[in-house]
């Protein structure tokens, strides 16, 4: 399907409606049934642009390696479905262990990978996809993503990933760390939609402009360093609104990102805090407290270089 007729279905044009809004897909968010049996908390679904789901917060397993199948396992009994990873991780195996260990069958898990810079540089796209869809289980990946905008290299690996969503192989496609002139180069000649891009968003870097700007292209954000690498959690306003609420700072960070309608994979290798962490739904932060949480932006990236127009990795 091409843009323009993309653009015309009722979803997209339902998400492009409300990306004008308060943020948050109100019509669009349900509870799935595959998180209605969890004895945890039930983490809500997003609608993407192709009609399918994606849990609205789940596990970042970057750093995890050893101990990343410990990790899943854990973050299954606590009720997480989604589980973030990439080929530059050096996990995925161990992530479809947790997988496994955890008991959970392969469609109530949503799993999301990425493709990493130097398998677009040197034409290895296919081995390298190839190579996660069966480290992470051998039958399909749910989203998998262009890591970063190799920008010569974009369109090629955009229509290799095309030819796996064709086979089956890979259910959705989408990017991380793309600008606004990325996305609007590839959607110039994507036959298949891109459903989320996936870049840094914490109370230092609260992109509002351009997570708005992403929204309007019927495309879902998802933000990584969503506790700011941990570094929000030390803030005296985060801790006060936590003291009002009787929630960690975690917690807080994490329901103002939800609040904004962003899909969340906070890291954690700490199972009180991953029990912690997915407990956000059941409390609200006033518009208030969302706007002192917003106020603390600074326009800060927290990793060196981390520009994707001029990124060196
Ligand atoms: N697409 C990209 O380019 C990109 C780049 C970076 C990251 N990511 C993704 O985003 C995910 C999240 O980023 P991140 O892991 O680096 O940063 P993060 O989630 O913002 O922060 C993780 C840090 O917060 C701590 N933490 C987590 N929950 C806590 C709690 N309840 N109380 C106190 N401390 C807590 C963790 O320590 P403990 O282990 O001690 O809990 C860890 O040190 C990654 O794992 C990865 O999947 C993507």
């Given at each position: 399907m091409r843009r323009r007729d993309f653009m015309k279905t009722p979803l997209i044009a339902a998400s492009a409606a409300v990306?004008?809004?308060?943020?948050?897909l109100p019509g669009l968010l349900g509870f799935g049934a595959a998180h209605a049996a969890s004895p945890a908390p039930q983490v809500p679904d997003i609608a993407l642009g192709n009609g399918m789901k994606i849990p609205q917060l789940g596990l970042g397993t970057s750093t995890?390696?050893?101990n990343a199948a410990e990790s899943v396992r854990t973050a299954i009994e606590c009720g997480y479905r989604l589980f973030d990873t990439a080929q530059?991780?050096?996990n995925e195996k161990q992530v479809w262990e947790g997988i496994k260990q955890g008991g959970l069958a392969r469609k109530e898990a949503f799993i999301t990978s990425k493709i990493w810079t130097s398998n677009m540089r040197n034409s290895s796209q296919r081995d390298s996809i190839d190579k996660s869809i069966e480290l992470l289980g051998g039958e399909y990946i749910d989203l998998f993503m262009i890591?970063?905008?190799?920008k010569e290299h974009i369109r090629e690996t955009w229509e290799i990933m095309e030819d796996y969503v064709r086979k089956g192989l890979i259910k959705s496609i989408g990017f991380s760390n793309f600008n606004l002139h990325h996305i609007e180069a590839l959607l110039q000649y994507a036959k298949i939609k891109p459903v989320v891009n996936q870049i840094e968003i914490h109370p230092y870097l609260t992109q509002e402009a351009n997570v708005e700007a992403i929204r309007a292209h019927g495309i879902a954000v998802e933000a990584w360093f969503p506790l700011a690498h941990g570094r929000a959690l030390k803030e005296d306003a985060i801790i006060g609104i936590g003291k009002k609420h009787n929630r960690s700072a975690a917690q807080v960070t994490l329901r103002w990102h939800i609040q904004r309608g962003l899909i969340v994979i906070p890291r954690s290798r700490n199972p009180a805090h991953l029990a912690e962490n997915i407990k956000v739904f059941d409390f609200e932060l006033s518009k208030d407290e969302m706007a002192a949480i917003s106020?603390?932006?600074?326009?800060?990236?927290?990793?060196?270089?981390?520009d994707p127009d001029s990124f060196s990795w």
């Open positions: 990306a004008g809004g308060t943020g948050i995890l390696v050893d530059s991780y050096g890591h970063w905008p190799v106020k603390l932006n600074r326009n800060e990236r927290l990793i060196p270089g981390g």
